[in-house]
């Protein structure tokens, strides 16, 4: 499919190629020998070496494999040090690539297929916006509690046991990704936490990007995206120090005047201070749910980082866009890539391409 390259005097090509798959697919096909791009690659005189990672959908599985991947790239390079490194990356194997490539000092290229690039930034959370959740989280499980043990029940308190019963399941799911991300605890933390995650900035001559229109991965990830920007910009509505300031004084307010004229009519004032905090936790609560596409640890991740994905990494990359694929029983244009001819045949041309400038460069 491509022409043959030179061969060392050892017998190894002048180029390796590392395949690495994507989320949930560890055993993937497309890696093997028998899938159609190790094929091609293999027929045109490279090295072809799949690598295996968990493919466990969390951010902490994917800093792993990144040290894994660094790990094994470096073998190669003990192996057959003349030889030249690529990576082919599936999905979120990109993003793993990226890093892996980042890390690893010598020159190492990487083309992505369908990867939806992580980004991050970090988050800063007033302190008085959290005082505010944990009072009123604490408050909305007390009602949810009393709620449950009272018989019969109005569709309000269905309401709040349901949100009462999803801020328990975030609240476990934090404690879970702070275990996962324990080595990372101390000075600095949330620095190392985003850094782990947001993808490194690239240059146009070692990343090539291939996507198609119509990605459904991807489509899901920023459908959850939007959910979280949303969420996240009603909870900082409902967090501001001057509205929570303004409804304390006049609650305090009404609780007086309501004491000095002896009366009750004013204790409607109590859902003017009970209404806005419950909607601010249960604005948090869809944030933490939200953040769940990136991975188990994404509720606790989003805590100190807001993530995003983007259709190129940070930096330049040569991108080509597919037009849409056509329907094809039920499998994913997301898994099409890597078995479509136009992607394989660019694939191999920009390896060649590749070591015909560091061919040129070395003359």
């Not at 690495?20 to 497309?30: L, S």
């Not at 990359?317 to 479509?340: I, K």
Request: hydrophobic share 45%.
């Amino acid at each position: 499919m491509g022409r043959r390259i030179n061969r060392n005097s050892g017998g190894t090509a002048d180029v390796t190629v590392t395949l690495v798959h994507g989320t949930y697919a560890r055993n993937a096909a497309w890696t093997s020998s028998e899938g159609a791009l190790h094929a091609a690659l293999s027929g045109a005189g490279y090295r072809v070496v799949p690598f295996s990672w968990s493919g466990k959908n969390s951010h902490r599985a994917r800093d792993r494999a990144t040290s894994e991947l660094v790990t094994h790239l470096e073998s190669q390079m003990a192996a057959a040090p003349k030889a030249r490194q690529w990576i082919v990356a599936h999905s979120h194997g990109g993003n793993v690539a990226l890093r892996a490539m980042e890390a690893v000092d010598k020159s190492v290229s990487t083309i992505t297929l369908a990867t939806p690039f992580i980004h991050s930034r970090g988050r800063d959370v007033p302190i008085h916006q959290a005082l505010m959740t944990a009072l009123f989280g604490i408050l909305l499980i007390s009602l949810a509690c009393t709620s449950a043990l009272t018989e019969p029940k109005a569709w309000i308190d269905w309401t709040i046991i349901s949100f009462a019963a999803l801020l328990c399941l975030m609240l476990a799911l934090c404690a879970v990704g702070l275990a996962m991300h324990r080595k990372k605890l101390g000075r600095g933390f949330r620095s190392k936490l985003v850094t782990s995650i947001h993808s490194p900035s690239t240059v146009v001559s070692r990343t090539t990007v291939i996507r198609s229109a119509g990605d459904e991965a991807s489509t899901f990830l920023v459908a959850g995206q939007f959910i979280g920007w949303l969420t996240g910009a009603s909870s900082r509505l409902f967090g501001s120090f001057k509205l929570w300031t303004f409804i304390l004084l006049t609650t305090q307010a009404s609780i007086l005047a309501a004491a000095a004229l002896h009366t009750r009519r004013l204790a409607f004032m109590q859902y003017f201070f009970a209404v806005p905090g419950l909607a601010l936790v249960a604005l948090i609560t869809l944030l933490l749910s939200s953040s769940l596409v990136f991975g188990i640890d994404g509720p606790f991740v989003s805590l100190f980082g807001f993530s995003s994905v983007e259709a190129s990494p940070p930096g330049k990359a040569v991108l080509m866009q597919l037009e849409p694929f056509a329907p094809q029983g039920r499998r994913l244009a997301h898994s099409r890539l890597y078995d479509d001819e136009r992607v394989i045949r660019e694939v191999l041309q920009v390896i060649q391409q590749g070591m015909a400038k560091r061919t040129l460069t070395k003359q």
